[in-house]
């Protein structure tokens, strides 16, 4: 168990419509990441957040979005959902955003099924 | 540059065979190379890592063998178990600019250890 936690572990939704995916980093970790991972994409970042504030961005959609709240959980939300938009999604975190602490520990992810 | 190539894509080994997985990248600002292990359904465990400045390190029963000059790294599992099968991710650190806390991994290695 990473003590990074997801939910929910299954979504299933139909074309069109929005959805918001949770993420609580270990106890400690400032900094969280978001991971698309499809079949034929590979692992991709998505963002990354650092005690409240966005950091960077990877291969993001517009229509999707995240933030990082005072108590450092997140959420990403993503909306006009497409049937490529099915893929697990992955949070992860780590301790610090700087130089000090490079590891990241993955949660469970959330499977999204669009039909 | 940004990408991280990984190969072979499967691999099959008895058991107490060493399967060595490989990967390469372009980009010198890389500043950390983790190894994940996946199994169906769970998120990316981190396995053991490795910064530049060092050419080996074990960890256990895995090694990571590091060449700089060559910009290639490997995973190397001892005396194989069955309990080992997985999917196994190289990764690399962005180590610059906006994108610095982000990993870039590879594609991805599906292991299977026969008994």
């Known amino acids: 168990d990473s003590g990074v936690t997801q939910t929910p572990k299954h979504l299933i939704t139909a074309t069109g419509q929005r959805v918001t995916l949770r993420c609580s980093p270990r106890?400690?970790?400032?900094?969280v990441y978001w991971y698309q991972q499809s079949l034929d994409q590979g692992l991709q970042f998505l963002i990354q957040?650092?005690?409240?504030?966005?950091?960077a961005k990877g291969n993001i959609l517009e229509r999707f979005s995240a933030q990082q709240f005072p108590d450092l959980h997140s959420e990403l939300n993503l909306s006009s959902l497409e049937l490529g938009d099915s893929a697990l999604y992955f949070c992860?975190?780590?301790?610090?955003?700087?130089?000090?602490?490079?590891?990241?520990?993955f949660g469970p992810g959330t499977r999204l099924t669009v039909t | 540059q940004q990408q991280v190539k990984q190969s072979p894509q499967s691999l099959i080994v008895q058991k107490g065979g060493i399967p060595i997985i490989n990967c390469a990248y372009e980009n010198t600002a890389f500043d950390y190379f983790p190894w994940y292990q996946q199994f169906p359904g769970k998120g990316p465990a981190l396995l053991i890592a490795?910064?530049?400045?060092?050419s080996e390190k074990k960890e256990g029963r895995f090694t990571i063998s590091f060449n700089k000059s060559a910009k290639q790294f490997s995973l190397h599992i001892m005396d194989s178990q069955p309990g080992d099968s997985a999917t196994y991710f190289c990764a690399a650190r962005g180590g610059y600019g906006g994108s610095q806390g982000n990993l870039i991994f590879g594609k991805g290695t599906k292991l299977s250890v026969k008994p």
């Open positions: 992860a975190s780590s301790a610090d955003a700087s130089t000090i602490s490079y590891e990241q520990y």
């Open positions: 106890s400690g970790d400032l900094s």
């Open positions: 490795i910064r530049p400045d060092v």
């Open positions: 957040y650092y005690n409240g504030e966005e950091r």
